[in-house]
Structures are given as structure tokens and as C-alpha cells.
């Protein structure tokens, strides 16, 4: 078993993000962007983890191999009518795909949760993503709905699904 360490992102960690994000983003077409990365500077990634720390509900987790950011996981806590509700996002470095890194970070995703009064987990995933489905009905997710064309990457319209954890149970 592979020794990999979770915890909470810092804003000194939001270098290593930043590379980490165009990393995965060359690696894969499930995410929202691609080996451009997110387009965030270093202060602008720091002001969201800070953001994110001072939101008892939100987090923002990192997976470390040693010192290889090799996965990370945040839950975003809405506002308002919405405050019993969070969305997710995940993401592990390719060559660390089926060595539980997604297990972990969304165990310890859904303890924050359950542990700050949130009731249920949302998130978006590519309908043809058969690992990342299996990983989150693994963990109680269920399919909700399909948002057609949600990504169009070239000429390709592609749908996504739409997951929810119901934690009030």
C-alpha cells in the first residue's frame, strides 16, 4: 500500500496547486479545463484556501506522496437556502488512479461533512466516467439527474451526471 498523506490545504500549498491542477489537466478530459490549469495566479489561490479555511462547512484537502501533491478533494458549503448543501470536487493524478487515493479523500470528505451539519453532497461527473460513478455510488451517491452537453470539448457535446449524498440517514 502506497503511504500517501491527506490534510488540509494551506495557502503556502497554493504553488504546488497551481501545478498540480495543469498537471491533471493535461492528463485527462473529465475536468473542466484542461494542461492550461485553472487560470488562478498564486494570490488569487491562496485567497480561496483562506476563503475556504474560514469556512467551517468548506474544505479543501490535499493528498501528498511524500512531497508529489498526488490528489485533492474540496467541498464547497452553499449559502443561504442552499447551507445544508455542498458541491465536491475531486481529482487524482492519473498514475494514482485505483490506489484508494479517491477512497480516502472522500471518506474524510464526508466526515467533514456529517461533522459540520451539512445534509447533502453534490457533484457533476462525466456520464461515460464508469470509475469515477463506481467510486461514488461505492460511497452512497446516487444519480439524480443528466445535464445534456454540459462539456463540449471540440466537437464533442458530452453529458454529465448529476450525484447527490444524502447524509440526514
Given at each position: 500500500m502506497i503511504d500517501i498523506?491527506?490534510?488540509?490545504?494551506?495557502?503556502?500549498?497554493?504553488?504546488?496547486?497551481?501545478?498540480?491542477?495543469?498537471?491533471?489537466?493535461?492528463?485527462?478530459?473529465?475536468?473542466?479545463?484542461?494542461?492550461?490549469?485553472?487560470?488562478?495566479?498564486?494570490?488569487?489561490?491562496?485567497?480561496?484556501?483562506?476563503?475556504?479555511?474560514?469556512?467551517?462547512?468548506?474544505?479543501?484537502?490535499?493528498?501528498?506522496?511524500?512531497?508529489?501533491?498526488?490528489?485533492?478533494?474540496?467541498l464547497h458549503a452553499l449559502?443561504?437556502?442552499?447551507?445544508?448543501?455542498?458541491?465536491?470536487?475531486?481529482?487524482?493524478?492519473?498514475?494514482?488512479?485505483?490506489?484508494?487515493?479517491?477512497?480516502?479523500?472522500?471518506?474524510?470528505?464526508?466526515?467533514?461533512?456529517?461533522?459540520?451539519?451539512?445534509?447533502?453532497?453534490?457533484?457533476?461527473?462525466?456520464?461515460?466516467?464508469?470509475?469515477?460513478?463506481?467510486?461514488?455510488?461505492?460511497?452512497?451517491?446516487?444519480?439524480?439527474?443528466?445535464?445534456?452537453?454540459?462539456f463540449k470539448i471540440g466537437?464533442?457535446?458530452?453529458?454529465?451526471?448529476?450525484?447527490?449524498?444524502?447524509?440526514?440517514?
Amino acid at each position: 500500500m502506497i503511504d500517501i498523506t491527506i490534510r488540509e490545504a494551506k495557502p503556502e500549498d497554493a504553488e504546488k496547486i497551481i501545478e498540480y491542477i495543469k498537471k491533471i489537466g493535461a492528463e485527462t478530459n473529465n475536468l473542466s479545463y484542461g494542461a492550461e490549469g485553472s487560470g488562478m495566479t498564486v494570490e488569487q489561490e491562496q485567497s480561496f484556501l483562506r476563503t475556504m479555511q474560514d469556512d467551517k462547512q468548506s474544505i479543501f484537502l490535499c493528498a501528498w506522496k511524500d512531497t508529489e501533491l498526488v490528489g485533492t478533494a474540496n467541498l464547497h458549503a452553499l449559502p443561504r437556502r442552499m447551507s445544508h448543501r455542498a458541491n465536491l470536487g475531486i481529482t487524482v493524478r492519473k498514475s494514482e488512479w485505483n490506489n484508494k487515493i479517491g477512497s480516502k479523500l472522500l471518506q474524510k470528505i464526508i466526515m467533514h461533512a456529517k461533522n459540520n451539519g451539512l445534509e447533502f453532497i453534490n457533484l457533476e461527473v462525466r456520464s461515460d466516467n464508469m470509475a469515477a460513478i463506481h467510486l461514488y455510488t461505492k460511497f452512497g451517491f446516487k444519480k439524480t439527474g443528466v445535464i445534456p452537453a454540459f462539456f463540449k470539448i471540440g466537437f464533442d457535446y458530452i453529458n454529465f451526471d448529476v450525484m447527490s449524498l444524502d447524509l440526514r440517514y
